[in-house]
C-alpha cells in the first residue's frame, strides 16, 4: 500500500515515526532500546543524520531529523533494527513476540518470516519554526500523554531528557539550523 506520506523536500527538516507491527510493545527491553540508540547514533556518525529530538516509547519512535537521503536512512535503519531485534529475540527466547511478528507478517513480505516494522516511516516536512516547535512539544509530551512520566525530563528515552543512568547524552543532538 502506498502512503500518503513523501519527503518532499530531500534537504529539509522532517517529523518522522516508526512503529512496532500491530503496536507490539519491543522496546520494554533495555537490550532493545539500546539496539535503536545505538543505530541512530551510528546514522549519525556514518550516514549523516542530523537527529534534532527523538522520543522512544514501548512500540514506536519519533524522530525530527534531516539528512539529504533520509528514506535510504530510515529504510536502512529499519532493516537492520529489525534484524538485530530478531536476533535479541530469538537469543532471549521471547518467542511470544517472534510468533506475534510471522502471525502479522504482511502477506507480501515473502524474503523474511517476520515483520518487526509497520511500512513506512511517514516523514512531515517541518517548514517553519513553529510547526518544528509544536512537533517537539508533541514528541516530549508522548510519555506524558501514556502516563508513564508528570515531567518529559523523566522519560530517559527522550530528548527532553537524553541523559543515561551515568549522565552520559544517550544520542548527541544536532543543533537546529533552519534555512
Given at each position: 500500500m502506498k502512503s500518503r506520506y513523501k519527503v518532499v523536500d530531500p534537504e529539509g527538516i522532517h517529523f518522522v515515526t516508526s512503529t512496532i507491527i500491530e503496536w507490539i510493545p519491543v522496546f520494554i527491553q533495555e537490550e532493545a532500546l539500546n539496539i535503536i540508540i545505538n543505530s541512530l547514533t551510528f546514522c549519525q556518525k556514518e550516514k549523516g543524520l542530523k537527529i534534532y529530538a527523538y522520543v522512544i516509547m514501548q512500540e514506536h519512535l519519533h524522530l525530527i531529523i534531516s539528512s539529504t537521503n533520509i528514506v535510504e536512512i530510515m529504510q536502512s535503519?529499519?532493516?537492520?533494527?529489525?534484524?538485530?531485534?530478531?536476533?535479541?529475540?530469538?537469543?532471549?527466547?521471547?518467542?511470544?513476540?517472534?510468533?506475534?511478528?510471522?502471525?502479522?507478517k504482511k502477506k507480501n513480505k515473502i524474503e523474511s518470516k517476520f515483520q518487526v516494522w509497520q511500512e513506512g516511516f511517514h516523514p512531515q516536512l517541518l517548514n517553519s519554526f513553529d510547526l518544528i516547535n509544536q512537533k517537539m512539544q508533541y514528541i516530549h509530551q508522548n510519555p506524558i500523554r501514556k502516563g508513564f512520566v508528570n515531567d518529559p525530563e523523566y522519560w530517559r528515552y527522550s530528548s527532553a531528557c537524553n541523559l543515561d543512568f551515568e549522565g552520559n547524552k544517550m544520542i548527541k543532538l544536532d543543533k537546529l539550523e533552519f534555512r
Open positions: 535503519f529499519k532493516r537492520h533494527t529489525a534484524k538485530t531485534i530478531i536476533e535479541l529475540l530469538t537469543n532471549t527466547k521471547k518467542e511470544w513476540i517472534l510468533n506475534q511478528f510471522h502471525y502479522f
